[in-house]
Each structure stands twice: as C-alpha cells, then as structure tokens.
C-alpha cells in the first residue's frame, strides 16, 4: 500500500508537461536510481503495432535521478493521483522514494516507476538501437522522437546531465537528418 504523499517526482514527461494543478515545483533527485529508456508505449508514444519508448527509473545505487517534484495540495491529492494513474497506466507502479532537494532538505514524494515484469517493458538496448525504434514510433500523444527531444530540454533547463537521455537524443537527431 502506498501512503498518500503531498509530493509528486517527474523524471520523464511529468517534467515538462505536469497536467496537474500543484502549488510548488522543486528540483530534487532521487538517490541510488537512475533514468532509462527502457519501457514501452503502447498507448502514448507508439502503438501496440510499433511500441515506443519512454523512461523508467532503474536502481542504480552509483547514479542520481535529477528530476521535478511537485507539492500538491492535500485536498487535490487524490483527483491527481486518478489522473496520473490513467495517465501512467501502461505498465507503471506508484511507489513512495525520499526525494532531496538542494538544501539537503528531503521529503518523500509519489513516484511511477515501470519494472520489468510489467508487459510493456523492453529492457536495456543499445542508444542507437533504442533511438531508431523511438524514430519510427508514433502515438496518441504524438511522435516519440518529440518525447526525447522535450526531455533533453527540461533537463538541460534544470542543469541536470544525463548520459544515457542525451546519447538517445543525439542519435534521434542523427536520424532526422
């Protein structure tokens, strides 16, 4: 059972489009976890034809996943959590994880983590492998390479280097070409 939390943690597309109301956002990481492409999408960014791919969080205990961490009203706790869930659906659990703040300040937050025995999850590939599945998918909610390239955004926006997101992205963009 997950406990309620006034936090929620975006490390994928919660970082640039949240859909939610909140009364704060916070830098902050998640310490011994790291961000991979390594979850499929059939229902945003591909189809079940043609899976896309999107972020998950692996526990990595040498890496830090930097992300965004949003307060949330407690009145508006639930109705968020419906929304997330249906918006998470494709193979994500909700889990609780400490989430730290420059300050050192620490406060636990709601996070979606996709693990791989859910039947959405493709596992560890290759960057160029991943970025030419992600070239060739489309979804719902739009091309996948659109995906890659708005989360490279918000991480560079928020300082955050991420190795593995911005090798996928290279080789997205290399494909444009």
């Not at 009145?75 to 889990?95: N, S």
């Not at 290759?126 to 739009?142: D, F, L, M, V, Y």
Request: hydrophobic fraction near 35%; include cysteine.
């Amino acid at each position: 059972m997950v406990s309620k939390s006034p936090w929620i943690f975006g490390y994928g597309s919660l970082m640039w489009r949240p859909d939610f109301p909140f009364v704060q956002s916070r830098i902050g990481y998640i310490r011994g976890w790291r961000r991979v492409f390594w979850q499929g999408s059939t229902d945003h960014r591909g189809t079940p034809d043609a899976p896309g791919r999107v972020v998950t969080i692996i526990a990595d205990e040498r890496e830090n996943c930097i992300g965004m961490a949003y307060h949330i009203a407690p009145e508006r706790y639930g109705e968020t959590i419906e929304i997330l869930d249906y918006r998470e659906k494709g193979g994500y659990r909700l889990e609780v994880l400490p989430v730290v703040f420059e300050n050192n300040e620490q406060v636990f937050a709601s996070v979606y983590i996709a693990t791989p025995d859910n039947p959405e999850f493709l596992g560890q590939a290759e960057p160029e492998k991943i970025a030419r599945q992600i070239s060739t998918s489309r979804g719902p909610s739009g091309p996948n390479d659109e995906y890659v390239i708005k989360l490279a955004r918000a991480l560079r926006k928020i300082g955050a280097n991420d190795p593995h997101v911005f090798e996928v992205e290279r080789w997205v963009r290399s494909l444009k070409i």
